[in-house]
């Protein structure tokens, strides 16, 4: 008999499960998991949902705005890493941009007390929704500039040279 797509994701689950559910499932029938009461479930389904395939994109796209809200207001780090990760797929309008979320992706990326890879992918996400705005550009580069160097990981030292690079290009 075989078991339904909520039995697995409450299991454990490996990177060979996840790619399978992905490409099986896709994100139309894995999203509706996130919001799952179960912490386990939940985290899975964002797991699952960072290897859909690309094109699974422009559904994700569609429902940017619910996973903004969920990264906003989730407790779980996992969950707000991962779900801020699924973000990184879709793009960002010029002319829809939720300040709400610019402003907390530069408070996690300035808090020390936030994981390394919450703060790289909240770098990234930032300067995904300054790009097409020279003055929040700007802001962005000053930001990044007065984060102190030596006290960053080698992961966000990468990722805060390489978004400063791009920043000076636009």
């Not at 939720?98 to 936030?114: A, K, Y």
């Not at 930032?126 to 003055?135: H, I, K, N, S």
């Amino acid at each position: 008999m075989e078991r339904k797509l909520g039995e697995i994701l409450a299991g454990r689950l490996g990177g060979g499960d996840v790619l399978y559910l992905a490409a099986e499932y896709g994100a139309e029938k894995v999203f509706p998991y996130l919001s799952d009461a179960d912490k386990r479930t939940a985290d899975n389904a964002a797991w699952v949902l960072t290897h859909c395939l690309s094109d699974d994109d422009a559904w994700l796209t569609a429902h940017q705005d619910e996973l903004i809200d969920l990264a906003l207001r989730t407790e779980s780090i996992t969950m707000r890493r991962l779900t801020m990760t699924v973000l990184l797929r879709t793009p960002f309008k010029s002319d829809d941009v939720r300040t709400d979320f610019l402003d907390f992706c530069f408070d996690m990326m300035m808090r020390p007390d936030q994981p390394n890879g919450v703060r790289s992918v909240a770098m990234k996400l930032a300067y995904l929704q300054c790009r097409p705005f020279p003055e929040l550009l700007d802001e962005l580069r000053q930001t990044l500039d007065i984060m102190e160097t030596e006290f960053l990981s080698p992961a966000l030292r990468t990722t805060k040279k390489n978004l400063l690079k791009e920043t000076r290009m636009q």
